[in-house]
């Protein structure tokens, strides 16, 4: 028996070793959108470590093309996306895949304008 848990003892720190730890936890991705309401240009970001590391890049990449900018969506570990309509009306939502994250800005955007069409989608932490 003692040399059964001696092995076991080697194995498992041999495994230890080769994968850096029994577990690793992933760290947190964050991405967000942003829109100019006037002009529809956008920004947009993902992979960041943190909310407001995001939304400083999207609003930095929307600034570039208007100057009324404001972060629409931001997202975690998932998908934000961001639709408009026709009358300038718009939304945007997240979800765990861009699929779901799509259909859902399209439905926010639709209680404030018509023909919502999604303009901007992006997905962060590998989803």
Known sequence: MRAFNWATKTILAAVVC???????ARADSF?????SPA?????WS??????R???????????KNAGDCR???????????LA???????GADWA????????AAVAACSRHSYNCQVIRWQCSGGY
């Not at 002009?39 to 920004?43: D, E, I, K, R, V």
């Not at 765990?96 to 259909?103: E, G, I, L, S, Y």
Request: aromatic fraction near 10%; hydrophobic fraction near 30%.
């Open 18 to 24: 080769l994968t850096g730890g029994i577990a690793t």
């Open 31 to 35: 991405g967000a959108i942003s829109l």
């Open 39 to 43: 002009t529809g240009a956008t920004g």
């Open 46 to 51: 993902h992979d960041y470590r943190s909310r």
């Open 53 to 63: 590391e995001a939304e400083d890049a999207a609003q930095s990449y929307c600034y």
């Open 71 to 81: 972060v629409a969506i931001w997202f975690k570990n998932s998908c934000g996306a």
């Open 84 to 90: 408009r309509g026709p009358d300038g009306g718009w």
């Open 96 to 103: 765990q895949n861009n699929r779901q994250a799509q259909r």
